[in-house]
């Protein structure tokens, strides 16, 4: 099978070991993946990244010229995307841009044109509701009409998707699986050492952007409440609440046992993981964001929960989008924004080292089973092999 895979996201070598995986399973497999050949991902990389031609036999990757450096759904690719095309002749195009991904819309035309046959895939995050207007509405319209298959992240963006009147076929799976080679379980001595962390303490653990609809206001108030427990905060990361947390815990003398570390690369936040006793992700759903065609936001998977279940941290989440999806059993889920459920859930696991060591255990199996990129590579081999039967 011959499958070719467009995005942005791959110019990240990181995020290409579910495709490599993918083109290691069978040995008639090929895995082509188109990333543009310029991108400004903004941000914090705020600089033009040039991607470079790989090439490991089965798995390929191709920069193609392109328009667009920095918006996804304005990306679309020059004209070396036609000889691609025409040499590689793929059996399944999976474009990773969205429902009205432009790159989708050239990609579905292409594949006509040029007489392919290919069955016409893309894969979205997006798990709100949204309206449209003309000439996106048409867009869309065109690509759902000509989609053969669509994965999606999460479980609301499959119904979103149902509700537009798509029919096919949608499988739910996330587009990046967990290295279980980098997250696994491993004990860090001279790290809590170094962080003043003592056996004694339980390392309440959050890793991602300080902002409001990630909950940590919740969580300082869910610890608040448990003042005569021997717990610390560690947050890994930035963003704008960092100083209204300082502030909160000031005012209320736990600021010692507040312990923030800003910027990790990804390859050194296992070390962090693994001092945590657990892991909360306490996200909130929130209608204040605005973009063209939606309004707001919720949590669309939740990548670091199973990164803290491959290292058999034990997990707490919100019931915000598709965490408790993701967390099943394998974890605690409260009602987002109770931070009294919240505390109920941590005062669980500080009470229970052994429910919490059981979980733990459940969290690494189902991390092992479901997510890591072998796995979803699996999941995503039998999703085009039913496509290429079905039609």
């Known amino acids: 099978m011959k499958i070719l895979v467009a995005s942005h996201t791959y110019i990240v070598d990181l995020n290409c070991e579910k495709l490599r995986a993918l083109s290691q399973l069978e040995p008639e497999i090929e895995v082509t993946v188109v990333v543009p050949k310029r991108w400004k991902p903004g941000g914090v990389q705020n600089r033009i990244i040039e991607t470079e031609y790989r090439d490991e036999g089965t798995f390929k990757i191709v920069p193609v010229s392109n328009f667009s450096q920095n918006h996804q759904g304005l990306l679309t690719f020059g004209a070396d995307l036609i000889s691609l095309l025409k040499e590689f002749r793929p059996q399944i195009i999976q474009v990773e841009q969205g429902s009205r991904g432009l790159a989708y819309t050239q990609m579905i035309a292409l594949n006509q044109l040029l007489g392919l046959k290919a069955k016409n895939v893309f894969f979205t995050w997006w798990n709100l509701p949204y309206h449209l207007k003309l000439p996106v509405a048409l867009l869309e319209k065109y690509n759902l009409n000509h989609s053969h298959g669509i994965i999606s992240g999460n479980?609301?963006?499959?119904?979103?998707?149902?509700?537009?009147?798509?029919?096919?076929?949608?499988?739910?799976?996330?587009?990046?699986?967990?290295?279980?080679?980098?997250?696994?379980?491993?004990?860090?001595?001279?790290?809590?050492?170094?962080?003043?962390?003592?056996?004694?303490?339980?390392?309440?653990?959050?890793?991602?952007?300080?902002?409001?609809?990630?909950?940590?206001?919740?969580?300082?108030?869910?610890?608040?409440?448990?003042?005569?427990?021997?717990?610390?905060?560690?947050?890994?990361?930035?963003?704008?609440?960092?100083?209204?947390?300082?502030?909160?815990?000031?005012?209320?003398?736990?600021?010692?046992?507040?312990?923030?570390?800003?910027?990790?690369?990804?390859?050194?936040?296992?070390?962090?993981?693994?001092?945590?006793?657990?892991?909360?992700?306490?996200?909130?759903?929130?209608?204040?964001?605005?973009?063209?065609?939606s309004v707001g936001w919720k949590e669309q998977f939740g990548h670091v929960l199973i990164e803290a279940m491959a290292c058999q941290v034990p997990v707490i989440g919100s019931d915000s989008g598709e965490i408790p999806y993701v967390i099943g059993d394998a974890g605690l889920v409260f009602p987002e924004g109770d931070a009294q459920a919240l505390a109920n859930c941590l005062v669980q696991l500080m009470d229970k080292p052994d429910f919490a060591h059981t979980l733990g255990e459940i969290g690494y199996q189902k991390a092992m089973i479901k997510y890591t990129n072998k796995a979803l590579a699996k999941q995503q081999l039998e999703f085009y092999q039913d496509l290429v039967i079905s039609h």
């Open 155 to 293: 479980q609301d963006g499959a119904e979103v998707l149902r509700q537009r009147g798509y029919k096919g076929a949608i499988k739910v799976m996330p587009q990046l699986g967990v290295d279980e080679s980098l997250f696994t379980h491993k004990a860090q001595p001279e790290l809590a050492a170094k962080l003043d962390i003592k056996k004694e303490d339980f390392i309440v653990g959050f890793v991602g952007r300080f902002v409001q609809e990630k909950g940590l206001l919740t969580l300082l108030q869910a610890l608040i409440t448990l003042k005569d427990k021997p717990w610390k905060l560690l947050l890994l990361g930035r963003g704008e609440l960092q100083s209204q947390l300082i502030k909160i815990a000031a005012e209320n003398n736990i600021e010692e046992r507040l312990i923030l570390v800003e910027s990790v690369p990804h390859n050194e936040v296992a070390n962090y993981i693994n001092l945590m006793s657990t892991l909360v992700l306490p996200s909130e759903t929130t209608y204040k964001f605005k973009t063209l065609t």
